[in-house]
């Protein structure tokens, strides 16, 4: 409804569709609407069909799903482009704002579209520079030698998208590799098949929330910077460090980080971040300026949030469970069990322009409870 009302104004700016590249005009040759919006829900009468998908001489937008019909007249299999904003309550995560992406010097540029040919390039090191905000699928495995750093970029104000169902990742001893400004639609599988350290980073990056980032084998640590991520598996030695992001398993009573295996994950350090879901981790670092916001699935049973090894580690001016096994407590919420204080949020939503946005209803304690007397969490 909003779009509809505004569409004059926004659509050529702020959404519009290209054929064969070139624009869909907003209005025909007799000044006839040539853009309409409108539902294209899934048709309860017509199983796969969608609502207003028949055949009409206006192109249809719902920017609620993502999905568009053509007018009739553009024949069989034209090349459809889709350019969009979207808003966001902070800069985290993927997306088209001003960043300074980490490439080092002379990095390749490619387009997002033959991205795909270009990945064995980063097998001994380097810097890959994606130019647009375009889409790649079917990729071939990243695979980086051992001692080797490499980086994988979106450029200044543009985000790529990855759309594989799998994104797959293999690293060996030494490696370093930076994702940096990218939108990963699948699962991601980062498997380190010798000893020794490697270090994944994902700086300004988002694997959508509603998949999965795993990480198998030993000395793995990853990096999370400015950046989104669904829910993660990771082998009992490996090392998670988040700052000013969030890991979100969809739902508070999901897993969003335990073990590959379906025990406890590794060690986990967050500062300035919001996990939404339950968290199993061998031990905690620090976690500082942070939310947990997470339940139980039963009644009496194990707490939503479990640090198996409680003797290291320390939690600061953070939200947790009362009832969570943890670390030291200093300065966190709940203070007590009888403290009923608990993050509100706008949305819970990831796509929403309000996600994770702590709403004005939030207690006190957690709007000012950071060490700097800011809000906790992302």
Same mark, same amino acid.
């Given at each position: ?67 568009i019909v053509l007018a009739t007249g553009f024949g ?55 130019? $647009? ?9 990243? /695979?980086?030698? &051992?001692? @080797? *750093?490499?980086? =994988? !970029?979106? +450029? ?78 990771? $082998? ?9 992001? /969030?890991?979100? &398993?969809? @739902? *508070?009573?999901? =897993? !969003?980080? +335990? ?94 322009? @309000?996600?994770?946005? =702590? ?20």
């Open positions: 409804r909003l779009l509809d009302k505004e569409l004059a104004t926004r659509y050529g700016r702020d959404v519009s569709v290209s054929i064969n590249g070139t624009l869909v005009p907003l209005l025909d040759q007799a000044e006839n609407p040539n853009i309409m919006v409108c539902t294209l829900a899934d048709n309860p009468a017509q199983p796969g069909g969608w609502l207003n998908a028949g055949n009409l001489p206006v192109t249809r937008i719902d920017p609620e799903l993502g999905r069989n299999n034209p090349a459809v482009t889709v350019a969009y904003h979207y808003g966001a309550a902070a800069v985290v995560g993927g997306g088209g704002y001003e960043r300074d992406p980490a490439t080092g010097a002379a990095p390749t540029e490619v387009p997002a579209a033959d991205i795909g040919s270009h990945l064995a390039g980063l097998r001994a090191g380097g810097s890959l520079l994606i130019t $647009d905000s375009g889409s790649a699928s079917a990729l071939p495995p990243l /695979v980086v030698e &051992a001692g @080797a *750093t490499a980086v =994988l !970029a979106g +450029a200044n104000g543009h985000a790529p998208a990855f759309t594989d169902s799998e994104t797959s990742i293999r690293l060996f001893p030494g490696t370093e590799l930076v994702l940096d400004g990218l939108w990963i639609a699948g699962d991601v599988m980062v498997v380190k098949p010798e000893s020794g350290s490697a270090t994944l980073t994902l700086r300004d990056t988002t694997v959508r929330p509603g998949r999965k980032l795993s990480l198998v084998g030993p000395g793995l640590r990853l990096q999370l910077e400015r950046s989104v991520v669904g829910e993660l598996r990771v $082998d009992d030695d490996t090392d998670i460090d988040a700052v000013d992001s /969030v890991i979100d &398993a969809t @739902a *508070t009573g999901l =897993l !969003a980080i +335990a073990g590959a295996n379906g025990g406890a994950g590794g060690s986990l350090s967050c500062q300035q971040t919001t996990i939404v879901g339950r968290v199993l981790v061998d031990q905690v670092g620090e976690i500082s300026n942070s939310l947990i916001v997470a339940e139980g699935t039963n009644p009496g049973g194990e707490p939503a949030v479990v640090a198996r090894r409680r003797q290291v580690g320390c939690v600061r001016h953070s939200y947790a469970p009362f009832e969570s096994i943890l670390p030291q407590r200093f300065r966190c919420v709940p203070a007590a069990a009888e403290d009923l204080d608990a993050p509100v949020f706008t949305s819970l939503r990831h796509g929403d322009a @309000a996600y994770l946005q =702590l709403d004005g209803r939030t207690p006190a304690s957690i709007r000012t409870g950071s060490n700097e007397e800011s809000e906790m969490g992302v």
